[in-house]
């Protein structure tokens, strides 16, 4: 079956630097547009960054120029490089994988996520 495992979080004074790993299998990895997702505590899951099966990316505002997610199919990961954290970005950090099957069928798969905490 397919598994998404996340790793890297942990705790960062605000300014530091981590880099998330998604390590996927039971998958074609390459075909999956991968995605990061955050959740902080009473609040909605959100968006953080997205890299299709091209290569395109796509960011939220709050992250461009700090955050840059790559992908090495070789390896079947993701990764998510965080610079410059803000103790805002403190949240549990999900990685997703999709692909559109059809208009209405869309397959997607979530990792158990991996807490990052940004405090001095």
């Known amino acids: 079956q397919v598994q998404l495992v996340e790793s890297g979080g942990g705790l960062v004074q605000p300014g530091g630097s981590l880099r998330l790993s998604c390590a996927a299998s039971g998958m074609i990895f390459s075909i999956y547009a991968m995605g990061w997702y955050r959740q902080a505590p009473g609040k909605q899951r959100e968006l953080v960054a997205r890299?299709?099966?091209?290569?395109?990316?796509n960011y939220a505002d709050s992250v461009k120029g700090r955050f840059t997610i790559s992908r090495d199919n070789a390896k079947n990961t993701v990764y998510l490089q965080m610079n410059s954290l803000k103790p805002e970005d403190a949240a549990v950090y999900y990685c997703?994988?999709?692909?559109?099957?059809?208009?209405?069928?869309?397959?997607?798969?979530w990792g158990q996520g991996t807490q990052v905490t940004v405090s001095s």
């Open positions: 997703k994988a999709d692909r559109v099957i059809t208009v209405q069928t869309t397959l997607e798969y």
């Open positions: 890299i299709t099966s091209g290569g395109i990316t």
